[in-house]
């Protein structure tokens, strides 16, 4: 209601003014045509506007804008013609959020004083933003309730107290009864069914009036299609003052479950087949919690036989952990029905026959049987499944950790080329951070001249598929240079063959580089020292091969001379023997021709050496050959090696000439990994051993003559590299000898006897 | 059994072989050859005076790998190395293996004929005593366990009295025993029994 005064008699604008400002509401004074002369603190608090912004029309802008046009109308209208207002509409509060208000003209005052005779018109706005949302909840609540009753499968119905007319009947009654709203609303039992059953209705209502409590009736009722049976739960609907009002009733139509009793029948065969064969344990208890039935599968997940378990507590099945409160928590639910853990896959500790402890995943079930409930649960064994979870979990920590501390720089991109995660070490590196680097980010680090081809490179590979490296200039923020850097990645692919993700490395090589100009220097001076020894190793080990021959002629003629002396020489023994000493003379002076031209040998420095330092300058030499044909390089080089006495360089020979050997002879597998292992050990006699296996094309059947000088298997090769490296190891004092590896390639051996006292 | 002696000869080189095998039939021996170590090994030990002439340089097992061989095979068979680089670490550790002669090639061929003499002349020696040493055991088993005892103490230095008494009978029947076993082990005197028995017992025993 409006609650108008117009007319009130002393009012003055300073009264007013006052009048308003004391107000608890939010009020304000509005002039006939509309727009506002003031408005009180309450106003400027709740929409945090000063005066000057809410006054004359301007103040129509904290109203909601769906709420602004029905407003302005009713405002206008209300203002001008001096008429009663009332309206409800948003409006803005200081934090931007709209609150509903009740707008309404509380009083209208004449003006006496001046030329300004204009009606002065006080407007409350009281929040009310509480009630409309109630409001909207008990609407949602009554649509809900509404839609529940309607689409429920059970007859519903409310009747009157007093003359028992229905106020109220659900979709399902009226379909039951083929009858519409119309027909039900007002009318009586007697109305809508016989006489007889409507005095039967009739008298239960009764009862329940009487007794003011709900009961349940087994009524027959004669619907179209003949008779039903139905279980009729009627209450009583009390008012505000506890009195009867109405009789409410839920019908459940049992006329179907009785003919279905014998199929349901048949479903409980089959269910219990199912719970007999399930995998899964099935215990049900009691409200005592006393197990009823366990089916066979609780022996396999528990360890007890079903019969060890009916008729004892559940507990029986938990560690003593978990009892008190699983037996806390049965009761409160018995009591209140309330459920403190969820019933659908919850994860708990179950407790075998053998007192061992496993995960479990239980998913109870409840049901009224009998007047009584019994509570069943499904128990799952899930042992393995944690374990592999656990695993997994542990792998992937593992990995990550690995990708963390891995002392590499480590990036992995999607199947388009954009890098999608790199290591805390790229980061450290680039100085980028882990959202810079996404993307094609990276390139912010490359040097300008790389990033073209760099890019060029890598797009090809993602494209093909192809493994991608290349050098470039990454830019190094520690000291702000360029340095050089090889990124390589290979494609991860699924079973199909597809590229899935590319996973990366970075590896700064500048240093490296750098002394690859050095190395590359040191690698001439050995080879031209290397040249040096060579030829004069070359020599000996062609003087060594002379040997042969000549002792085949010495021996020849020896004998011949002897049984000369005998005069017991044969023709035809000396011809054989002189054609002999010819075959080998010339042997002998083939080998001798190539004498011719080779310098002195350079004396051997033998100094005490460990033959694993070797080993590793070597590697370091050869390291140039192993990255460009892609050989994996396995040491297997043993700690404690005695010793031996050899010149340093020419050891580096022997290895070097081996090691190149061995990459060579991998040069043509493409379908196995090219695999090198520098083996050393001590062997059998004592002697230190060094091995170089190849996973190469392996011996050939011409396997014997390897050592021979001038024997080559390359196509290239001057066939003294095995033999000069033989005679440089045997000049040690050592052999060199060359054997099959398995399942591929060959080891090339050599022995150095120790010379005494060993390595730390 | 002929007790002609043979030369084995072990050496890759064809010539090599063929031209030792000529240089040694004009001194009438009898040479087997082969060209690697595994050939050599795999033949059954003569049962005749021998001696083996080896390269140190050979494909597979070298020349000082066999005689460490032979050496775990219990084989003593004297070995004369020829090697076509004069290394002398490597002779040095064969000859105190063992070796009879380490020659480098080309050698004079009096000197390999001597070695080969030297090395077939120990060898016959020590078939000869590995032989006798057989057969003074047969005729020590052919003793009574009383008589081995009685010869044992004897050789030890005790007098037939000191034995009479420590074996608890009477001196007479001591001597009777003692010249029992002379007869038996074919001992012409109280020295010659105990070279025999020192021969029987080895020297490692005599040592002590």
Known sequence: MTNETQGAQTADPLDLRNLIETMPTLALCALPDGSVEFVNRGWQEYTGCSLQQLSGWIWQTTIHPDDVAKFIDEWTVALAGGKPFQTEARIRRADRQYHWFLIRKALAVPRNQGSDSSWRTLITCEDINDRKEAQAKLQQSEAQLRAFLENSPNLIFLKDRLQGRYLYANKEFKRALRITEEQVEGK?????????????????????????????????????????????????????????????????????????????????????????????????????????LANPATTRVFGYEPAELIGKPLTMLMPEFIRKVHEAGFSRYLATGQRHINWQGTELTGLRKNGQEFPVEVSFGELIKDGHRIFTGFIRDISERKLAEDKLRASERSLRELTETIPQMLWSAGTDGAIDYCNQRVLDYTGLSAEQVRGAGWMKSVHQDDIEKMTQVWTASVSTGEPFQYEFRCRRTADNAYRWCVSSALPLRDQDGRVIKWFGTVVDLHDRKEAQQALQMTQAELARVSRLTTMGELAASIAHEVNQPLTAVTNNSNACLRLLAAGNLQPEVLRRALEEIVADGNRASAVVARIRGFIKKKPAEKNRLNINDVIQEVLALADREIYENRVRLERQLTRALPLVSADRVQMQQVLLNLILNGIEAMAAVTNRPRSLCMQSRIDDSGDVLVAVRDSGTGLSPEAHRLFTPFFTTKTNGMGMGLSISRSLVESHGGRLWAEPNSPHGAVFCFTLPESGGSVS | MTDAPVVFVVDDDPSVRSSLRFLLSTVGLQVESFDSADAFLRKKPAGVPSCLVLDVRLPGLSGIDIQRELAARNIPIPIIFLTGHGDIPMSVRAMKAGAVEFLTKPFRDQDLLDAIRIALERDRARREQAREVTDLERRFDSLTSREQQVISMLVSGMLNKQIAAQLGTAESTVKVQRSRAMEKMHAESLVDLVRMIEKIKGPSEKAS
């Open chain 1, 188 to 292: 009586k039992d007697e109305e809508l069914f016989s006489a007889q059953q409507a005095a039967v209705f009739q008298a239960n209502d009764r009862l329940v009036i009487e007794a003011g409590v709900p009961m349940e009736f087994e009524e027959a009722a004669l619907q179209p299609d003949g008779e039903h049976t139905s279980i009729v739960q009627k209450f009583p609907l009390l008012n505000a003052e506890g009195e009867i009002y109405a009789i409410g009733g839920i019908v459940t139509d049992i006329t179907g479950r009785k003919q279905e009793e014998s199929a349901r029948r048949y479903s409980d065969e089959r269910h219990r087949l199912v719970v007999e064969t399930a995998p899964d344990a099935v215990v049900s208890v009691d409200e005592s919690g006393v197990i009823q």
